[in-house]
């Protein structure tokens, strides 16, 4: 088993050593951009982690693929803030700010293309499934980010929908970076398949933690502006619950306040605050937090049945480093 220090420096050292061509420069610098601002790799890491399951030492079969992982959810990132209209990213401006929107859109489809070329130098024995794997999660992700937009326009979204749809936004690129990794050290199949589950379950836990932190988490600590979801209108799994839980007079209230202006700073600060209140009134956040845990348990069961001991510590604290912000 591969240690942990040893992980952390070759995702380190993958990421301050990766290239991309270098001309035109307006294509290719916002991809620098992305990879130089950071965050915290987790699919990477989450790759090679599951790999050190089943290898003694880290073999470049897996540095490109792991790498390609953190390429596409960087493209996924660039279209998002896009659609989003975000003007910050962890804490610096979005490509679309800094730049401009067309760049962006090109920008973010060269790294796309940059990710499939990195997951196509998994090894042959393990290429064409690790390769099924990527273009079906990639599929996914744009599925899922489809329902994003028309839950957008939609006040009947029930939970139900609400959590499939992310885990095809979030949860199978978090699963598919457990599965590749596992697939690349040659596991058995049933080991892959937990943990993907495993994975998956992450992911939800972790999307649920991001919405809860859009509304309630330090601005400084969250990397982007609080009450985006909320300025946006989206149906984040708050707005979800909220619905779910109110009387009639409080559904009515909260669909008034997702409808408020946010023409000036005033205007934007009132509809936070008038809808955060609403949610605090419901109870929501408690839930927020119960359901990230619940979902965390329903991961490491998963993990549980692949491996003990120490491998399944390794799991247990990777998650732990992923709803930790969110206790």
């Known amino acids: 088993m591969i240690r942990q220090e040893k992980i952390d420096k070759a995702i380190d050292t993958l990421f301050k050593e990766i290239q991309f061509t270098s001309e035109p420069p307006g294509l290719y610098d916002p991809l620098r951009y992305m990879i130089a601002i950071g965050g915290k790799r987790l699919r990477p890491r989450l790759c090679l982690i ?12 897996i540095l490109e693929p792991a790498a390609g992982l953190e390429v596409y959810h960087s493209f996924t990132l660039i279209h998002d803030d896009i659609m989003d209209r975000s003007p910050l990213r962890r804490g610096v401006d979005t490509v679309w700010k800094k730049w401009d929107t067309d760049t962006a859109i090109l920008s973010g489809d060269m790294m796309c293309i940059d990710s499939y070329s990195r997951i196509s130098k998994a090894p042959k024995k393990s290429a064409a499934k690790v390769l099924a794997l990527f273009s079906r999660t990639a599929a996914q ?8 937009m028309e839950f957008e326009r939609r006040d009947d979204v029930t939970m139900e929908e609400y959590m499939n749809m992310i885990g095809l ?9 457990a599965k590749m990794g596992a697939l690349i050290a040659g596991a058995p199949d049933s080991d892959c398949d937990f943990l993907y589950g495993y994975g998956y379950n ?8 991001d919405d809860y932190l859009d509304a309630f988490g330090d601005e400084k600590v969250f990397g982007k502006p ?25 559904r009515a209230d909260l669909l008034l306040a997702m409808a408020m202006p946010v023409g000036s700073d005033e205007e ?6 008038k809808v955060k209140g609403l949610y605090e009134a419901l ?43 969110a206790k």
């Open 141 to 148: 992700v744009c599925e899922g980010q489809q329902y994003d």
């Open 268 to 273: 934007k600060a009132a509809k936070i605050a």
């Open 50 to 61: 599951t790999y050190s399951l089943y290898k003694d030492k880290i073999r470049p079969e």
């Open 226 to 250: 609080i009450g985006g979801d909320i300025l946006n209108s989206k149906k984040s799994w708050l707005t979800i619950r909220s619905l779910e839980k109110a009387s009639p007079d409080q």
């Open 283 to 325: 109870g929501v956040p408690d839930d927020a937090r119960q359901t990230i845990l619940d979902l965390n348990a329903r991961a490491l069961e998963a993990a549980a049945k692949v491996c003990k001991g120490v491998r399944y510590e390794r799991l247990r604290r990777f998650a732990d480093s992923l709803i930790g912000r």
């Open 202 to 209: 992450l992911g939800l836990a972790f999307q649920v933690a």
């Open 169 to 177: 936004k979030t949860g199978v690129l978090i699963a598919c970076a």
